[in-house]
């Protein structure tokens, strides 16, 4: 259950701000197990690296962030890695727990690319590596994490690599610039996994080149949707073989993972159910939104925590949602912190779906779980545990139980659930395509809302209040409660 701080709901907002920015997160005892161990043996084959990367039409060709890096003090510059990857296949059967035990099949060569997003200071550049497995669901290379979860790394001064893992991204950004890409050659998905390693190799071995001198103390991975559907594959099956990363955010898994291995070579498709293997080498952190645990049927794969396990489950969001768009102009100053509620309010459509998009707050989370992570290897200090999202399991197909404004009840809250203007859900989406991901959003009438807030001031002590409460369970940064704070005051909402 959401334990709510009544204190909060009556102290002034300037005082709640306070609060927020002083209250640390809830810190535990080091976990044991992460604290006794000790550094990983990193065994990947080290790839050639060249660059930086110039010619063709001058840009790196990537969905990602359209705002000038150097606004906020960060650079950005690609790369290719060379050399040769092998796939893999099963030494035994792959079972749902995940304990794998895989072997090298066939090696093949490739050359792929990628983009390193960097503190132009070295002085600003805290010691982490984000390593983004990019996202080919759309046909070409994206930056999901990097879109989400921007502010956050920038603020606290990460590097962050996008790696172009997979056949179809490295195919679509030479075909968008065949004179700057000429070099780039994949043998196909068998060899995604390896590659990874690789370029996770590369970020230590060449940082030299690939980071211009700044030196790692840790290196974490990042995926999101089909990306952390192999990222599920590469934990179980890769992870004890090359021990390359230190840390692991997947970001809406499904109910199973990536095949080990596909055509051409040998189809090696994984159980319809995966869970993490229980005896992970490297701490953890999956993030799953509503539409994760019911349409994508992660409900199913669903686990306890453990010493190197949190599974986060955030009420409100879908797995996609309105901060794809806004996130991508977002440069950190606050604005898009109103645009993001005045959106619950006029929610976005997306072409071809029947209602207007999911405005959740899933990118503050987001923004928190990378800090999470961080700390979880750095110091031993674990995230936050977290309530699962509610589920009535008694009917015919499991369903979200719902509060009196339709929104879910359980898992992590933000104050677009707790201070509502808006029933958000991971679900009830129409349409064609990838409609089904970006879940809806129904705006609360301007009677409904008088009714919750009679006056402006009402509204934003609720809101504000629900972000504390954010903050104090360690599900919102600080920061990002300034900003929350800051467009309840100005949105005008409320009498």
Request: charged share 15%; glycine share 10%.
């Amino acid at each position: 259950m959401h334990m709510k701080f009544k204190w909060a709901a009556r102290a002034r907002p300037h005082l709640l701000l306070a609060a927020a920015l002083i209250f640390p997160l809830p810190l535990a005892a080091p976990s044991a197990v992460a604290a006794d161990h000790g550094p990983a043996a990193h065994m990947a084959a080290s790839p050639t690296v060249t660059g930086p990367v110039t010619g063709g039409n001058g840009a790196v060709v990537l969905a990602g962030t359209a705002f000038d890096l150097g606004s906020v003090r960060y650079t950005q510059s690609e790369f290719f890695l060379s050399g040769n990857a092998e796939s893999y296949v099963p030494e035994a059967p792959l079972d749902s727990d995940g304990r794998w035990q895989v072997t090298p099949a066939s090696t093949a060569s490739y050359t792929t690319r990628v983009v390193v997003n960097r503190p132009a200071d070295p002085a600003r550049f805290n010691g982490t590596v984000v390593v983004e497995w990019l996202n080919v669901t759309g046909g070409v290379d994206a930056a999901p994490e990097w879109i989400y979860a921007h502010n956050e790394l920038i603020r606290e001064g990460y590097a962050w690599v996008g790696v172009s893992a997979q056949a179809t991204g490295v195919t679509a950004t030479e075909t968008a610039d065949p004179v700057r890409y000429e070099a780039l050659s994949h043998p196909g998905d068998s060899y995604s996994y390896d590659i990874f390693s690789q370029a996770g190799q590369a970020v230590r071995d060449s940082a030299a080149t690939v980071l211009d001198g700044l030196r790692p103390r840790t290196v974490l991975a990042n995926g999101e949707s089909q990306s952390a559907f192999r990222l599920t594959t590469y934990i179980n099956a890769i992870q004890p073989l090359a021990s390359v990363y230190d840390g692991f955010l997947v970001h809406s898994r499904r109910d199973t993972g990536a095949p080990l291995s596909q055509a051409p070579q040998e189809d090696v498709p994984t159980p319809a159910v995966v869970r993490f293997r229980p005896d992970l080498d490297a701490p953890v952190l999956a993030v799953q939104a509503e539409t994760d645990v019911i349409a994508l049927g992660s409900l199913s794969a669903r686990q306890d925590d453990s010493s190197r396990l949190r599974l986060w489950e955030m009420a409100g969001t879908s797995h996609a949602d309105a901060y794809i768009g806004l996130g991508t102009v977002d440069d950190g100053s606050g604005a898009v912190g109103l645009q993001g509620l005045n959106a619950m309010l006029g929610p976005p459509t997306r072409p071809g779906c029947g209602s207007p998009i999911n405005t959740g707050q899933a990118h503050y989370v987001l923004d928190t779980a990378e800090f999470a992570l961080n700390r979880w290897v750095t110091t031993g200090v674990p995230p936050a545990r977290a309530p699962r999202l509610e589920v009535d399991s008694s009917g015919s197909a499991p369903a979200f139980v719902l509060d009196a404004h339709g929104n879910a009840e359980g898992g992590i809250r933000t104050p677009s659930v707790d201070a509502p203007v808006a029933t958000l859900s991971g679900l009830g989406q129409s349409g064609a395509s990838f409609c089904f991901l970006f879940g809806t959003t129904i705006p609360f009438t301007a009677e409904k809302l008088s009714a919750l807030y009679p006056t402006d001031a009402v509204f934003v002590r609720q809101w504000t209040a629900a972000t504390v409460d954010g903050v104090v369970a360690g599900f919102i940064r600080p920061a990002d409660a300034a900003e929350l704070i800051g467009a309840a005051r100005q949105s005008g909402i409320g009498g």
